[in-house]
């Protein structure tokens, strides 16, 4: 069963607007609120990058290279986790992939992002 599952994805143009959810479901329903949550993201030929995160009580931090355009927030009563990305530039065009810590403070030292979605494409024209 997939624990994690991304949707909102799409095709925009430089500027727009796109709002990434992601559903817990299964076993990590269960302890999702207590999880630390990221957004991550791969474009072509590149390597994975963390784009934000947020801790069990909501204390968010996003890569500098999205600070002021994207949200991370979390829905706990749903089991969901949001990425709301705004002003969107072609260097944005990537799959984005949500994950889960079993820890409480994203800033732990241990755990590692061991539950995935399958990821959702987001692409971004000029």
């Known amino acids: 069963q997939v624990q994690l599952v991304e949707s909102g994805g799409g095709s925009v143009q430089a500027g727009g607007s796109l709002r990434l959810s992601c559903a817990a479901s299964g076993y990590a329903e269960y302890g999702y609120s207590r999880f630390c949550m990221g957004w991550f993201r791969q474009a072509a030929g590149k390597e994975r990058e963390r784009v934000a995160v947020?801790?069990?009580?909501?204390?968010?931090g996003v890569t500098d290279s999205v600070k002021g355009r994207f949200t991370i927030s979390r829905d706990n009563a749903k089991n969901t986790l949001y990425l709301e990305m705004n002003r969107l530039n072609p260097e944005d065009t990537a799959m984005y992939y949500c994950?889960?810590?079993?820890?409480?403070?994203?800033?732990?030292?241990?755990?590692?992002?061991?539950?995935w979605g399958q990821g959702t494409q987001v692409t971004v024209s000029s």
């Open positions: 947020i801790d069990s009580n909501g204390s968010t």
């Open positions: 994950a889960a810590r079993r820890v409480w403070n994203c800033g732990s030292a241990t755990g590692p992002y061991d539950l």
